[in-house]
Nanobody, 123 residues
Framework: QVQLVESGGGLVQAGGSLRLSCAAVGNIFSIDFMGWYRQSPGKQREMVASCSSFDSTSYTESVKGRFTISRDNAKNTVYLQMNSLKPEDTAIYYC?????????????????WGQGTQVTVSS
């Protein structure tokens, strides 16, 4: 019923910038939280940034001051602006939607995940 469509990954040199986008499409009335997770080889998936429907944000410590998350609630879209990228930011980035309320019928459904987009930062 709900799909997350990601875009914006790629290859960039250290110190560069990328912007990720994620649009939630389907039978949606509202989404409480939208955010980004990442996973690199041999590591667990970690939360990178999250944004509530009231624009309250949180970040993992390693990206504070470099990454900015934002939402367009009217479009059910979340963005992640990544600046001053480092090689250790290299990972597959996954969009997440939590607290989804569908429109018809009106009910809560489980989390939705995007397919993942590769971000590679070269040194």
């Amino acid at each position: 019923q709900v799909q997350l469509v990601e875009s914006g990954g790629g290859l960039v040199q250290a110190g560069g910038s990328l912007r990720l986008s994620c649009a939630a499409v389907g039978n949606i009335f509202s989404i409480d939280f939208m955010g980004w997770y990442r996973q690199s080889p041999g590591k667990q998936r970690e939360m990178v940034a999250s944004c509530s429907s009231f624009d309250s944000t949180s970040y993992t410590e390693s990206v504070k001051g470099r990454f900015t998350i934002s939402r367009d609630n009217a479009k059910n879209t979340v963005y992640l602006q990544m600046n001053s990228l480092k090689p250790e930011d290299t990972a597959i980035y996954y969009c997440n939607a939590h607290g989804i309320l569908t429109m018809i019928p009106e009910r809560r459904v489980g989390d939705a995940w995007g397919q993942g987009t590769q971000v590679t930062v070269s040194s």
